[in-house]
T-cell receptor
């Protein structure tokens, strides 16, 4: 079945450092790919998405590019802030019929001043 | 526009008791999903309603879990009797009915945090 693999956390960075959180997937066909974020004490929020190969999703300074050849959707940000501390979930959803989101295990990011 | 709302936000119950979680989806969203995250693990799918019908309940762990969506509006997820391993965060999500469109966004609630002691 479909699956998502994320790098294990926590990822600990200093403010203004460069962030990469790796995500690879296994799926039949051409799924859509998503990054969700959960800030402390809050629910899941959609951060960005990409629906086809080579698409780049971006939001709040975060970016991720849908790489079909490497089945990857790595999350990047050039300069993290303390307020980016959260748990980040990579997810995919198939594109036929009724499809559910399949999530990775989540990666906790801790940014210190 | 109101988002997906869930109640209660936190619940602590004893093993063997019953808990009912409620979800109000975004108005007009026919798709409603329940997910669960057990401590430190991935977020796992439980089931999917299309309007009042169960489209996919393959993720429901066992018969102690019962989900309903009367009238195709709000949904409830009952756990009876609760066990220790049921502790976790239960997320509800909703989306518009756009079959075959993988890009339609699924919106999540803030989750119901369940602790079974």
């Amino acid at each position: 079945g479909d699956s998502v693999t994320q790098m294990e956390g926590p990822v600990t960075l200093s403010e203004e450092a460069f962030l990469t959180i790796n995500c690879t997937y296994t799926a039949t066909g051409y799924p859509s790919l998503f990054w969700y974020v959960q800030y402390p004490g809050e629910g899941l929020q959609l951060l960005l998405k990409a629906t086809k190969a080579d698409d780049k999703g971006s939001n709040k300074g975060f970016e991720a590019t849908y790489r079909k050849e490497t089945t990857s959707f790595h999350l990047e940000k050039g300069s993290v802030q303390v307020s980016d501390s959260a748990v980040y979930f990579c997810a995919l959803k198939g594109n036929t019929g009724f499809q559910k989101l399949v999530f990775g295990t989540g990666t906790r990011l801790l940014v210190s001043p | 526009e109101a988002g997906v709302t869930q109640f209660p936000s936190h619940s602590v119950i004893e093993k063997g008791q019953t808990v009912t979680l409620r979800c109000d989806p975004i108005s007009g969203h026919d798709n409603l999903y329940w997910y669960r995250r057990v401590m430190g693990k991935e977020i796992k799918f439980l089931l999917h309603f299309v309007k009042e019908s169960k489209q996919d309940e393959s993720g429901m762990p066992n018969n102690r879990f019962l989900a309903e969506r009367t009238g195709g509006t709000y949904s409830t997820l009952k756990v009876q009797p609760a066990e220790l391993e049921d502790s976790g965060v239960y997320f509800c999500a909703s989306s518009q009915l756009m079959t075959g469109s993988s890009g339609n966004t699924i919106y999540f609630g803030e989750g119901s945090w369940l602790t079974v002691v």
